[in-house]
């Protein structure tokens, strides 16, 4: 008989560990090289035209996780896993053999897809299998293997491209990230839907009648934690977008570029071992609180140093911030759903979320454009700050 629980679950929750560490895999082999990529091979200047390939991730990424959390129930988990990684394999084929910018940003509107099915598969099937003993743990866990491989494979990209060239190299190792990450999931996943139907007979929980109108709006605890993942993305996706080609405007060369961009999502990834056990203990509002904070202030500093030293303390800094609110973030949105509805209000949120990478894309791109990359980042670490406060004064 199925029963909820880590230990009683172990093994295949290991293996969505390390199937999500194939999943951020995917996402890291852009984090250093693309804008490069961008500037070499299509001639593109405009920060904004170069930030598009984030906008059309962010976009579609969202709109996948909100499509994932009204399919989840009815079409299966591991279904929906297989689907992503069928997104996944023609990505680096794309990027390998594109000449025109808008294969870019195609192969990032496919990206967008497998990363929605793909993360949103493993963050529910892991909630799913632990019940709400060990949910913020399991979390951490899920979001450690993701984010750490994402700063892994930042970093070997950036590797293969300074001694290779920007491609094709770097992509070959997206092809087999793809591959792999199919492979363990047909042939060892296992569907979990029916530890929701376990969970579902002892839970307490109101439902909730409107769950869009709640995660985004009305109801305090949701509506704090979202636009607090809002921003958390919205600046992210001006890391990801803006902080290699200020590095590059600097003569970093890109082992130590891929060094800076690798230990951002790499301390995020670690960090997230400790923060996410603590997210069953502590205060999540303080929590949630702080990690905003400190994001905040460590992007503030990034426009007045071109220290190699202090530009990776502050990257790590921003990988702390974000580890303490990520776990936090997930944690806080399924203790405030039922467990039927759970993948519906994850869904809900985390189109949110990923919405503030096209929204951080932008606006970043377009300021950069007008008043320079420095006011841009300037602007960010304001709005990271401002979404801590909100998180003080509105949520319970």
């Known amino acids: 008989m199925k029963e909820l629980g880590l230990k009683k679950n172990l093994s295949q929750f290991i293996l969505l560990v390390i199937v999500n560490a194939f999943v951020g895999g995917m996402v890291g082999i852009e984090r250093t090289i693309i804008p490069q990529f961008a500037s070499e091979n299509f001639n593109l200047s405009s920060k904004s035209a170069i ?32 689907i992503g990684w069928i997104f996944a394999i023609p990505i680096p084929i794309i990027l390998i053999n594109a000449n025109l910018w808008g294969w870019v940003i195609f192969a990032n509107i496919l990206l967008g897809i497998n990363q929605g099915l793909t993360w949103s598969s493993t963050v529910n099937m892991k909630i799913d299998l632990v019940g709400e003993k060990d949910r913020g743990f399991a979390m951490g866990l899920n979001e450690f293997s993701g984010y750490l491989a994402v700063g892994v494979t930042a970093y070997l990209s950036g590797l293969l491209a300074n001694k290779y060239g920007v491609t094709p190299y770097p992509f070959y190792l997206g092809l087999l990230v793809a591959f792999i990450g199919l492979i363990l999931t047909v042939f060892f996943v296992k ?31 949701l509506s704090s934690v979202t636009q607090a993942g809002l921003i958390n993305n919205l600046n992210d ?19 130590q570029i891929g060094i800076i961009a690798a230990a951002y999502p790499t301390f995020w990834g670690i960090g997230q071992l400790f923060t996410g056990k603590m997210s069953d203990f502590y205060a999540k509002k303080k929590m949630l609180f702080w990690g905003m904070f400190i994001q905040g202030i460590s992007i503030l500093i990034i426009p007045f140093t071109n220290s190699f030293i202090l530009l990776l303390s502050l990257s790590i800094l921003l990988g702390i911030g974000t580890a303490i609110v990520y776990p936090t973030f997930l944690t806080s949105i399924a203790e405030e759903s039922s467990p039927i509805q759970r993948a519906e209000t994850i869904g809900s949120f985390r189109l ?11 606006l970043s791109g377009i300021t950069a454009d007008f008043f320079g990359i420095s006011f841009s980042i300037l602007l960010i670490g304001f709005i990271t700050i401002l979404s801590s406060i909100v998180i003080q004064i509105r949520m319970p």
């Open 51 to 82: 930030l598009t390939f984030i906008v059309a991730f962010g976009i579609t990424k969202a709109l996948t996780n909100f499509a994932f959390g009204k399919l989840a129930n009815s079409f299966g988990r591991k279904n929906l896993l297989i």
């Open 191 to 221: 569907e979990t839907e029916s530890f929701v139907k376990i969970e579902s007979k002892t839970d307490n929980s109101k439902s909730i009648e409107n769950i869009f109108i709640e995660t985004t709006f009305k109801n305090k605890t």
């Open 237 to 255: 996706g001006m890391i990801w977008g803006l902080l290699p080609i200020l590095l590059f405007s600097m003569n970093l060369d890109n082992e």
């Open 352 to 362: 949110w979320r990923d919405l503030g990478y096209a929204i951080g894309a932008l």
